[in-house]
């Protein structure tokens, strides 16, 4: 078995970095992977679809998410949607041929066409949406490359895995007009919509502060889900997969099934769980702000992939909490955790009343402070939906495409929670308190004078990168 490196051999310390890159800008370094050359021209604008015409969809990354969650649940509600499932990517080809036989004995596909290089689907003018459920990595170019050909996307969370990225795909969906929806399908539920309009609205005074989690506690380790033998390096494109990623490796089944668990392809927590709360608490904040200010921390002490022989030790930690900090000087905080499942609940405090919500999303408490009691009254609104649904959450995508409306989880929302997402990853791997300017997109460690400005991480610019 292949020995991972550890990112404390790194020859630079975190200080060493932060002074290297003191006067680098904040610009999208890796905006030549994101767009392979046959994109270098002006998008295509694509084929303006009616209310009533059929959306033929291509699925780039179809395994256990891609699969289950995206092919099989488009499948169930193809007709309800009217689309057509017509083709299907993956860098193994188990895989294609798996959702190839699903979708044509499903009768929700014909003549399915399977792909190991997603830009073979992104070059068909009959395709006219793509969903893309690779891991983080390739996020960013799949996207960028779809809506440059003409395509609408459904991107899984998190929208990109560096913050470079972000800003690429989020100014190329200004530029093409496309649909974006990302993955964060409590997005779609009633209670956060609401919770944005009370907000917004007032009815809990000026916001002070919001918080929620996602917590599990898996004992055998979280991530560490069970490898086919039949993925080998003779069948996998492994370089494909690999894309932008810095840190190369030869073939590794842990790394292909497990990489949740290794930076160079994913921020852990925060790049996984994390974005599943993020996305729609922020958008119950009503003001949607970028980040000012994000810290966060994590650990892994408890060491759970010593239970699962033939692992190895994660990079990311087990256990996470965020601070962000935004220019209105509402605060947010978020726990994550895979070591234990006990949860502080979903909240956004007012200066006159808070907002509890359900962790689905079906269910809102208003709570007034005793001291505005006489003022506002107690209440309790449940059953409101969609609660957290990917099939609705599908549904407001393929709506959003015919009527060029934007997306429950679209690009303005999810552009700030990637901020949020990266500036935590940063402050916790680097060791310092992040602080970000909107404007010129840059991100020093503190403010005044006496600030260091630092270029966000991207590929190569740690060991495990």
Known sequence: MQNKPNENSAPASRREFIKKTATAAVAIAAAPLLRPTIYGQAPSTGKVLGANDRINVGFIGVGGQGMNAHVNITSKNAAANNISQVAVCDVWSKRTANAKAFIEKAGTGANVTTHV????????????????????????????????????????????????????????????????????????????????????????GQLVWAQGYYCRNNPKGEWNYTIDPDATAASVDWEKWLGPVKKRVKFDADHFFRWRKYYPYCAGLLGDLMPHRLHPLMLAMGKQEFPS????????????????????????????????????????????????????????????????????????????????????????????????????????????????KQPNCGIDLAVRVQTVITLAEMSDRLGVACYFDEKTRKVSTGIGKDRLEITPLTYGTLELS
């Open 117 to 204: 290089d997603y830009r073979e689907i992104l070059d068909r003018k009959d395709i006219d949406a793509v969903v893309i459920a690779t891991h983080d990595p390739i996020h960013a170019a799949a996207s960028i490359g779809a809506m440059e050909s003409g395509k609408h996307v459904y991107c899984e969370k998190p929208l990109t895995r560096y913050l470079g990225e972000a800003f690429a795909v989020y100014d190329s969906v200004k530029k093409t007009g496309k649909i974006l929806q990302v993955g964060s399908q409590g997005c779609s539920a009633a209670a956060w919509h609401k919770a944005a309009a009370m907000i917004t609205a007032g009815e809990i």
């Open 293 to 404: 200010r994000v810290m966060s921390m994590g650990t892994k002490n408890v060491g759970t992939d010593k239970k699962t022989p033939g692992t190895y030790e994660r990079d990311v930690p087990e256990h996470v909490e965020l601070l962000a900090e935004f220019p209105s000087g509402v605060s947010l905080m978020l726990a994550c955790s895979t070591v234990n499942s006990r949860s502080p609940g979903f909240a956004l405090y007012g200066h006159h009343a808070t907002l509890e919500v359900g962790s689905s999303g079906e269910r809102i408490e208003l709570k007034p402070e005793r001291e505005f009691a006489d003022e506002i009254e107690p209440a309790t609104m449940d059953g409101l939906k969609p609660t957290e649904d990917i099939g609705a959450h599908h549904a407001n995508w393929f709506d959003c495409i015919r009527s060029g």
